[in-house]
């Protein structure tokens, strides 16, 4: 059966943002709609413009034999502004203040369309980067993490506070929280990451940054790599932040838990 | 800046598929593509048809002058049959097993694509359904709850098993666990769950049931009701179930531990 063009980039869009970062040969799609390679061609390019010009992404052509096309999310500056703009908003409600300067973000956080679009625009920035794992801690980060990975095409691997009898052998390490300057220990399953890894950090928060300084020595014992490290919100300026190189969507500043003031800007995911 | 038909259903598909379950107003298109809405309605007759030969799902037309089109998921049986099938297999490494009768599902939990398609295929079974809330219990059944939910336009609230000052405040049961017979404890955020919500289920792997029974209790505490019960791999035939009506995916069979044999085969899904 034949398939009109109209119907092709129907299916062939579904199918690209499907599988992002992943080759699929022109022959797949030939022989998916029973259409000639050339066919599949000019779809390709109308998909890669459209996706372009609407700021979704774009797609890369790996020319030969063992070539194809491979689609990477590139949310654009356009499509992205506004909506950290709206999370900004969302976040700088004062209700949400909690002792210690933490924030209520559940709701936030248990919202898919949110979590994904916040997870399309910090993959945007990596999407270029060779990244085999993102890898974040329990529970909060888990569905960014997921967010991101989906578009990375990577496994995520969760670190954790306990263990697990349904996680086999671990690895386990202590590390000083940042803020509170406690000893905290957290492991990771050893079977869940593969050795020179190159690993992606996401977190839904960060203070001073001392869980993500603990992931990183985790890392250590594995002989994997940090290929960056993104978080949704980072806290007011802390004066001895642990963590140098980072991504963040939004950040506070002028926390007063006593005034219930919050001052909510901007991360410096546009900065970079 | 008129859109080609080409142009405007690779973007249509892109925003229906991100949208789902959203009443999407005609006017919006036809001003978003500076086209007629005559136009649009063709355009949507067309994503309509493919959606629905392809598995994707389908549009709903809701008519007047509030009206719009809405994407419900509906991944087809011939589109899920070999997915379970594929993930049947996955799962009958008998590497996987754990003391206990447990299954090391950490690797195949931690694919985005398998935990997203898995989403998909649940989701289409409660797309006419009225979910609210889409509710799981940390850590191991969040992602999967994350895909369900994303499908359905419903928020995920998580079930906890230890209190933490990022939640404020919150509401704990006791349940008992239904194959370990021990008394354990889970918790809710008290602002995270509206009274009447209807919820949705969701977890990793369930065996007698009993931490299902314990998210029932705790819906009972905040007037909600169970609008369904899902989980990716059901236990072999416990001869108590706790839990009568749920929908799996996959189920195992002859677990034994001792001589590293264990038995895959289709949950319940297509047989409801």
Chains 1, 2 share one sequence.
Do not use: W
């Not at 920035?125 to 578009?151: C, E, F, H, N, R």
């Not at 803020?179 to 050795?195: G, V």
């Amino acid at each position: 059966m034949k398939f009109r063009r109209s119907e092709r980039l129907i299916d062939m869009t579904n199918y690209l943002l499907d599988h992002p970062r992943q080759l699929v040969p022109l022959t797949f799609f030939a022989e998916r709609y029973d259409s000639a390679k050339s066919s599949i061609s000019e779809d390709l390019a109308i998909v890669k413009e459209t996706f372009e010009q609407r700021g979704i992404g774009t797609l890369q052509t790996v020319p030969g034999a063992a070539g194809g096309v491979k689609f990477f999310v590139k949310v654009s500056e356009e499509e992205s502004k506004p909506f950290v703009k709206e999370l900004c908003n969302l976040i700088a409600d004062p209700e949400r203040l909690l002792p210690g300067g933490y924030l209520y973000l559940t709701d936030i956080l248990g919202n898919p369309s949110i979590v994904q679009k916040a997870g399309q625009i910090i993959a945007s920035a990596y999407s270029d980067a060779k990244i085999d794992v993102v890898m974040t801690v329990a529970t909060k980060g888990i569905p960014l993490a997921y967010a991101v990975a989906s578009q990375l095409n990577a496994p995520v691997v969760i670190v954790r506070r306990d263990s697990k009898v349904t996680e086999g052998p671990t690895v386990s390490i202590n590390y000083v929280s940042g803020s509170a300057k406690r000893i905290e220990t957290m492991l990771l399953s050893k079977r869940s990451l593969a050795q020179e890894s190159r690993v992606l950090i996401v977190d839904d928060f960060m203070k001073a940054g001392g869980t993500v300084m603990g992931m990183i020595s985790l890392l250590e014992e594995f002989n994997a790599h940090v290929a960056g490290i993104a978080v949704l919100v980072e806290a007011e300026k802390i004066h001895e932040r642990l963590v140098d190189e980072y991504l963040s969507l939004v950040q506070l500043s002028e926390v007063d838990v006593k005034h219930k003031k919050i001052n909510v800007k901007e991360g410096n995911y546009f900065r970079k």
